[in-house]
């Protein structure tokens, strides 16, 4: 078979042709194939021949054509292979197109087929075996959609088809390793299973902590079905999809080669430096955490997450989390509050209860402040934190508790009722996967805490969480955006996110806002100047209403009988007045979201009125 390859190259081209491995590939070269002239497609495993002189290249395939061929169009006379027609002007018999390059021919019957019709019929010619299939599997080039059986992705391009059952898969998925290791993932070697048998999936489910007869992906989150391949690891409850394993596998080669470059061209300009591995850049996980407290971090996550141009820059919009049209404001906030009158002094938005800015969708009647892109936020959202459902966009305003941070919000909502699940926009913005300094040995996937098990750095109790498997790591939403430095008035020095004991350290150091010990077990700022410690919660205090937002169309009361302004709402479910214990489902009546308190008005009357 080489001799022959090296005979049919000879009479495409001058010079020999030499096979080309990806890592080999010159970014600035045109791969397609010419022979077919169909594009040459890079994955992690395959290889094409090539002049790189020239710049010729042609697929695996197309260099290996047999010298004669027959072809069920013309079964009369074999087919004679030409690298190109022997004048110009021919068409191909079969389809009509253009023989510009490689054909075949029959000269008895100046018959010719070019190469997309002549590549139909052999490769059902050029059956292989595969370990995952039963059967032979022909080769197919055609640009076909279909959905993969092995990664269960739609793919369009090279494939493997067999022709007895149906059983489709596309090349890069064929020409998976059996054996892969993901060095910034997982630490073991992860193993190539084409069909994962029930007593093992089961177990997955187990170690997984799950509930019910699903086990899940470890870096995607989503659904494992047994039909599809996965990579799983032996000695831990490490189970991920095809797809999501070669990606990642890609993804760390391309870092990789962005750090070599880099290293290569040290002496070269700043500019240059940044240019080199801007591409490289696009592949990278969030890095945590943000160098220090100004960062408005969770602003940018939302922004990621909202439909960009959804309202296209309106004057003027409707929003379902109001009941009036929003007027667009793109100047200064100082300038803009200064037009009305702030009577419940509201600066926040009210969606994500982030500090209001320009641009913002703002009611002048009713002090309600929206930033763009919460405006934008998309209605369905699937989320890694509730796979088993999408969640949907809340606008009313309804108070709930997030899954994602134990905090109370007011608007914008993230739920599934049927589970009973919220999250608020902030929470529900947050990257699916981090890298973060507290645990650098690997990357961080949110997900539902898969084992029962509490925050590393606060000792919280998860729902949801960043979490390493294979180390049973968690990190809650809350800790994982600390920054890396924080200020305080009393020290000119800042002091830096630590997390674990410095040496030096002794059971007799205390917070200096508290003055309680501090815990070596848990997450706190130190100031190595002069040796001063502080509590998380103390530096960066969490107040669990800081999300909720009263603005004047709540029209928020104080009540003696409760400690917290109640706002007034229309009827609910299952309500009942918290001080009567009257039913109250079918009336409007006043409540406190966070501690779900109601007040009917009779009893609000009676409060007025000094009668209770």
């Known amino acids: 078979m080489a001799m022959e390859v090296v005979q049919v190259l000879q009479q495409g081209h001058d010079h020999p042709l030499m096979l080309i491995k990806k890592e080999e590939t010159d970014d600035s070269w045109d791969l397609s194939c010419y022979g077919c002239e169909q594009p040459i497609s890079i994955s992690s495993s395959s290889s094409y021949y090539g002049c790189k002189g020239c ?67 052999l490769s059902t010619q050029q059956s292989i075996e595969h370990p995952s299939h039963e059967h032979q599997l022909i080769p197919l080039q055609k640009e076909s959609m279909f959905l993969c059986d092995a990664c269960g992705e ?158 296209k820059g309106a004057a003027v919009i409707n929003h379902g989390s109001h009941n009036h049209p929003l007027t667009l404001f793109e100047e200064p906030i100082d300038h803009a509050l200064s037009l009305f009158n702030v009577a419940w002094n509201v600066q926040k938005c009210c969606g994500c209860a982030q500090s209001i800015s320009a641009p913002f969708y703002c009611c002048v009647e009713c002090e309600f402040y929206l930033h763009v892109w919460c405006a934008e936020l998309p209605e369905q959202l699937p989320h890694p934190g509730h796979p088993q459902h999408a969640l949907f966009l809340s606008k009313a305003a309804r108070a709930g508790k997030c899954k994602g941070c134990n905090l109370f919000a007011s608007t914008l909502l993230y739920g599934c009722e049927e589970c009973d699940f919220y999250l608020d926009c902030k929470c529900a913005s947050l990257p699916r996967v981090i890298k973060h300094e507290g645990h650098d040995k690997h990357t961080l996937a949110l997900r539902p805490t898969s084992f029962s098990g509490t925050c590393i750095s606060c000792s919280a109790s998860l729902t949801i969480s960043f979490e390493c498997l294979g180390c049973k790591f968690n990190l809650c939403v809350r800790c994982a955006i600390l920054p890396r430095i924080v200020r305080h008035r009393y020290d000119k020095h800042p002091f830096t996110l630590t997390y674990s004991p410095r040496p030096y350290r002794t059971d007799d150091d205390f917070c200096e806002i508290c003055e309680e010990g501090i815990d070596s077990n848990r997450w706190f700022y130190h100031c190595g100047e002069c040796d001063q410690y502080l509590h998380t919660d103390c530096i960066l205090p969490v107040d669990q209403f800081s999300n909720m937002v009263y603005h004047h169309l709540w029209k928020p009361i104080n009540s003696r009988k409760h400690p917290h302004r109640l706002i007034r709402v229309g009827p609910y479910p299952n309500a009942s007045c918290g001080l009567c214990k009257r039913s109250i489902a079918d009336s409007c009546h006043y409540l406190c979201p966070p501690c779900d308190f109601y007040l009917c008005d009779s009893c609000e009357e009676k409060e007025i009125e000094g009668e209770i």
Not at 80 to 107: E, I
Not at 272 to 282: E, K
């Open 154 to 311: 739609e793919h369009k391009g090279s494939s493997f088809l067999c022709t007895n059952c149906g059983y489709w898969i596309n090349q890069k998925c064929a020409e998976s390793p059996l054996n892969l290791k993901l060095n910034n993932r997982h630490e073991h070697t992860l193993s190539l299973f084409y069909f994962i048998p029930q007593k093992l999936y089961q177990s997955f489910i187990v170690l997984q902590g799950k509930q019910g007869n699903r086990a899940y992906c470890i870096t995607c989150s989503k659904e494992i079905y047994r039909r599809n391949w996965v990579y799983c690891c032996s000695g831990c409850p490490y189970l991920v999809h095809l797809h999501c394993a070669l990606s990642e596998k890609e993804s760390n080669e391309s870092e990789n080669q962005s750090h070599d470059l880099s290293l290569n061209q040290s002496n070269l300009s700043s500019s240059n430096s940044v240019a080199a591995t801007s591409d490289a850049d696009l592949h990278k996980v969030i890095h945590l955490p943000v160098p220090d407290d100004s960062a408005d971090i969770i602003t940018q996550f939302i922004k990621n997450t909202a439909i960009q141009g959804k309202h």
């Open 55 to 121: 710049v010729f290249f042609l697929h695996k395939t197309c260099a290996q054509l047999p010298h004669n061929m027959t072809h069920p169009s013309h079964p009369q006379h074999p087919l004679t292979f030409l690298p190109s027609p022997p004048k110009a002007g021919h068409n191909c018999d079969v389809c009509d197109g253009s023989c510009n390059r490689f054909l075949y021919r029959c000269y008895d019957c100046d018959y010719d087929i070019d190469m997309k019709c002549a590549l139909v019929v």
